[in-house]
């Protein structure tokens, strides 16, 4: 794969040369020339490709987890529950809450269910976030399907650290109001 990703870089770099004495368009294709080769001199010396690839990583990290809202009340905890309304124990749903105020599920406190990692913090949050980032998608609905059972949730959103209930309005398709 990344001979084939070197070897078109190349042909762009390549066409790119060609344009410029084609078409006579020398800044703009000098430019983008510089553009180009820039880079690589760049990671030629002092090998900062070690550098480059931990500061993307921890940059992507920082930005995945500053997606996810904190708690109004206690500014701690990230991670929120509603309880499903149709069981006669009350079993707390996990979920984060994004920054456009969608809801993320991430399951009954279970062992085979990633709200364990989050509600026992078992790493930092930007590296749960990271880690389980492709499952963390918005949920639109009011409730879950265990076993075949159609469960659905309580109105009402709380914080799992301090219990506070942060929502101001009933919860619908998925949007929690703060």
């Known amino acids: 794969m ?14 790119t040369i060609y344009n410029m004495f084609r078409y006579g368009s020398y800044l703009d294709n000098g ?3 510089f553009g180009q080769i820039l880079p690589m001199i760049i ?10 690839g931990f500061r993307l990583d921890t940059w992507f990290r920082k930005k995945r987890a500053s997606r996810f809202l904190s708690c109004p009340q206690c500014n701690e905890s990230k991670v929120f529950f509603r309880e499903v309304s149709d069981v006669d124990s009350s079993t707390p749903c996990y979920f984060l809450i994004t920054d456009q105020h969608q809801q993320v599920y991430l399951g009954i406190y279970d062992y085979d269910q990633i709200a364990r990692d989050f509600i026992e913090e078992v790493s930092s949050f930007e590296k749960l976030v990271s880690h389980y980032y492709p499952h963390l998608q918005p949920n639109e609905s009011s409730g879950i399907l265990v076993e075949g059972e159609q469960l659905n949730f309580d109105d009402n959103c709380y914080c799992a650290k301090c219990s506070a209930q942060i929502n101001n309005t009933p919860i619908q398709y998925g949007f929690v109001d703060f």
């Open 31 to 33: 430019i983008a020339l």
């Open 2 to 15: 990344f001979s084939g990703a070197k070897w078109m870089l190349r042909f762009i770099f390549l066409l």
């Open 43 to 52: 990671l030629k010396i002092n090998h900062n490709k070690e550098k480059l």
